[in-house]
């Protein structure tokens, strides 16, 4: 690539370029350390990510009839998650493009949450049984073409979303800020 501006810019947008693919590589690398109990491959629906052997086709419960525990950044994640969904259902009905740039807001999110896992153990594998799902269903909202479609999708999304303050931990003091993290 030949660049014609000055090096400082130059370098400031090939590092743009390189920076998804190094998060990209820092997000496989990062789950491929952990034991293959869990399916990682975060861009399967959940619909054909299901095998046999895998953890994650139990049902989502409680842990021994507490909620499952939840790092700061996971929890962080997980509120700006319901924002976006809660902004959304505020909005009302929109037309299929919107919601298809309703999804890439979603994805975002969900996106951001996986990129900045640090957790492990059954709580990890918990966290996994409620997103995966949702995944799936966010996946679907890329498709719809009717509004009733849309509709029935973001039903779906919410019902998923609205398990998490149900099964896992939420800061008592708050929802932690970016700053605090």
Same mark, same amino acid.
């Given at each position: ?35 293959? !109990?869990?399916? =990682?491959? =975060? %861009?399967?629906?959940?619909?054909? !990510? ?6 994650? %086709? ?20 997980? =509120? ?14 929109? !037309? ?14 969900? %996106? ?15 966290? =996994? ?19 009733? %479609? ?32």
């Amino acid at each position: 690539m030949v660049c014609v501006m000055s090096a400082a810019t130059c370098k400031n947008q090939m590092m743009k370029k390189l920076l998804p693919l190094l998060l990209l590589t820092f997000i496989l690398c990062s789950c491929n350390g952990h034991k293959p !109990a869990v399916n =990682h491959n =975060h %861009d399967i629906p959940a619909d054909s !990510a299901k095998s046999e052997d895998n953890a994650n %086709d139990e049902k989502l419960v409680l842990n021994d009839g507490l909620k499952w525990k939840v790092d700061d950044r996971t929890n962080y994640n997980a =509120h700006c998650l319901l924002a976006v969904l809660d902004k959304i259902n505020k909005t009302g009905d929109q !037309a299929p493009l919107t919601y298809q740039a309703i999804q890439d807001d979603l994805q975002a999110s969900i %996106d951001t949450m996986i990129a900045q896992c640090k957790m492990k153990g059954a709580d990890h594998l918990a966290l =996994h049984k409620w997103l995966e799902p949702l995944m799936g269903q966010v996946a679907k909202l890329k498709n719809v073409s009717t509004v009733s %479609d849309a509709r029935l999708v973001l039903k779906a999304i919410n019902k998923q979303a609205g398990l998490y303050p149900q099964y896992f931990e939420v800061s008592t003091n708050g929802v932690p800020t970016e700053k605090k993290l």
